[in-house]
């Protein structure tokens, strides 16, 4: 069954702290991964997208690494800002083209 | 473009009530996908249509719940009769043929059953 598995659950931190937080999968074959932030009271939005052959990719603060082999992803932010807390979701599209989706890593960021 | 658009946002209703929830996807998107998402099970992809066909419905909780996609620019899910247990938000989402997995949502419907 493909599943993916996302941790810490929740995490604070104080403002302008980096933050790191994971991803594992099961989904096979693996098509890509994404990385979802949704705010609170709104619909999730994608910040970064990695297909196999990616290992990094940026988008400003958040930099999403991959690691196709052991399937495991992870989603940094670097010198956090209060409109970073979200919650983060970790999706991975199989050849079903169909997501999996985990249940994301709720970060507050405090001033 | 005004991106997904979902009414109502908030709906509250009774036990046994029939709810009819509505979405419009983004324009010249064929891909439409229903999800629930709840603080004890996250997101659960509900049905997907591609080109108005519902591909995948294998979501959908039971009977009570059943989705429409008339057209391009429509879909509909509805709960009949409600349960409390069917209180969540729920999002729709759409997606263009291309990249049929990089999904735009909308802001998502606010049901509480009381």
């Known amino acids: 069954k493909n599943q993916v598995e996302q941790s810490p659950q929740s995490l604070i931190i104080l403002e302008g702290k980096n933050c790191t937080l994971q991803?594992?999968?099961?989904?096979?074959?693996?098509?890509?991964l994404r990385w979802y932030k949704q705010d609170t009271g709104r619909g999730p939005v994608s910040l970064t997208i990695?297909?196999?052959?990616?290992n990094t990719k940026s988008n400003g603060r958040y930099t999403a690494t991959l690691d196709a082999d052991t399937k495991q992803s992870s989603l940094h932010i670097t010198a956090s800002q209060l409109s970073d807390s979200a919650s983060y979701i970790c999706v991975v599209t199989g050849g079903s083209y169909i997501p999996t989706f985990g249940r994301g890593t709720s970060l507050i960021v405090h001033p | 473009d005004a991106g997904v658009i979902q009414s109502p946002r908030h709906e509250v209703t009774e036990m046994g009530q029939e709810v009819t929830l509505r979405c419009k996807p983004i324009?010249?998107?064929?891909?439409l996908f229903w999800y629930r998402q709840t603080m004890m099970r996250g997101l659960e992809l509900l049905i997907y249509f591609n080109n108005n066909v519902p591909i995948d419905d294998s979501g959908m909780p039971e009977d009570r719940f059943s989705a429409k996609m008339p057209n391009a620019s429509f879909s509909t899910l509805k709960i009949q009769p409600s349960e409390p247990r069917d209180s969540a938000v729920y999002f729709c989402?759409?997606?263009?043929?291309?990249?049929?997995?990089?999904?735009?949502f909308g802001p998502g419907t606010r049901l509480t059953v009381l």
């Open positions: 990695m297909t196999f052959s990616e």
């Open positions: 324009s010249g998107h064929n891909s």
């Open positions: 991803c594992n999968y099961t989904v096979s074959p693996f098509s890509n």
């Open positions: 989402a759409s997606s263009s043929g291309t990249r049929v997995d990089e999904q735009f």
